[in-house]
């Protein structure tokens, strides 16, 4: 059975920085596609990183470019997210999902999802 699972949320300052991990299992990923998406209160789940399964090609929503940076590590099945400058806005509960023969990354053709972690940030 697939499990991916989230870590690192919380509260946080404006400005601060923090790092979300995912810890995926039940199968190999190493030609998965990974992605973050989030999801904000009263909006739509939304796109904010995704990085390749061969590691060299990173995308990122325009809103965070400069400010989060998506990695891998293929031999722990596991993606991160190191997010710097928070920004309120960015208040949202984050998601991993991951998928093959998908680039760019689609909400819609993610085959499969975190349960989400939250992170909060004051302003």
């Known amino acids: 059975q697939v499990q991916l699972v989230e870590s690192g949320g919380g509260l946080v300052q404006a400005g601060g920085s923090l790092t979300l991990s995912c810890a995926a299992s039940?199968?190999?990923?190493?030609?998965?596609?990974w992605g973050w998406f989030r999801q904000a209160p009263g909006k739509e789940r939304e796109f904010v990183a995704a990085?390749?399964?061969?590691?060299?090609?990173?995308d990122y929503v325009d809103s965070v470019k400069g400010r989060f940076t998506i990695s891998r590590d293929n031999a722990k099945n596991a993606v991160a997210l190191q997010i710097n400058s928070l920004k309120p806005e960015d208040t949202a509960v984050y998601y991993c999902?991951?998928?093959?023969?998908?680039?760019?990354?689609?909400?819609?053709?993610?085959?499969?999802w975190g349960k989400g972690a939250l992170v909060t940030v004051s302003s």
């Open positions: 999902a991951t998928a093959r023969g998908t680039w760019p990354l689609l909400r819609d053709r993610m085959a499969y």
């Open positions: 039940g199968r190999t990923f190493d030609t998965y596609n």
């Open positions: 990085i390749h399964w061969n590691g060299r090609s990173t």
